[in-house]
């Protein structure tokens, strides 16, 4: 059964830094596309960052140039570091694998205060 559990949520002060990690159970991770989405209270779950196979990578326009996503294959890590936090930004973030398959991480929270 593949898990993907996410850490490093929390509480910031607005313009402060959080690093966000998703560790992944599967032995093939260095095939799945991974991502963060978030949720806030209200409104649909969002695409945040997204890094291909390959290392590409994608981004909301709400994020770029605050937000970066990184994954290493060889620890089965994909991480968001997210800069200059806005209140805005507060939601729940959930960590993603997709291939032929979609998988979903339980969430974390992350409050930026104002």
């Known amino acids: 059964q593949v898990q993907l559990v996410e850490s490093g949520g929390g509480l910031v002060q607005a313009g402060g830094s959080l690093r966000l990690s998703c560790l992944a159970s599967?032995?093939?991770?260095?095939?799945?596309?991974m991502g963060w989405y978030r949720q806030a209270p209200g409104k649909q779950r969002e695409l945040v960052a997204s890094?291909?196979?390959?290392?590409?990578?994608n981004y909301a326009d709400s994020v770029k140039g605050r937000f970066t996503i990184s994954r290493d294959n060889a620890k089965n890590t994909v991480d968001l570091q997210m800069n200059s936090l806005k209140p805005e930004d507060t939601a729940v973030y959930y960590c993603?694998?997709?291939?032929?398959?979609?998988?979903w991480g339980q969430g974390t929270q992350v409050t930026v205060s104002s």
């Open positions: 993603n694998a997709h291939s032929s398959f979609v998988y």
């Open positions: 890094i291909s196979s390959g290392g590409t990578t």
């Open positions: 599967m032995s093939t991770f260095s095939i799945y596309a």
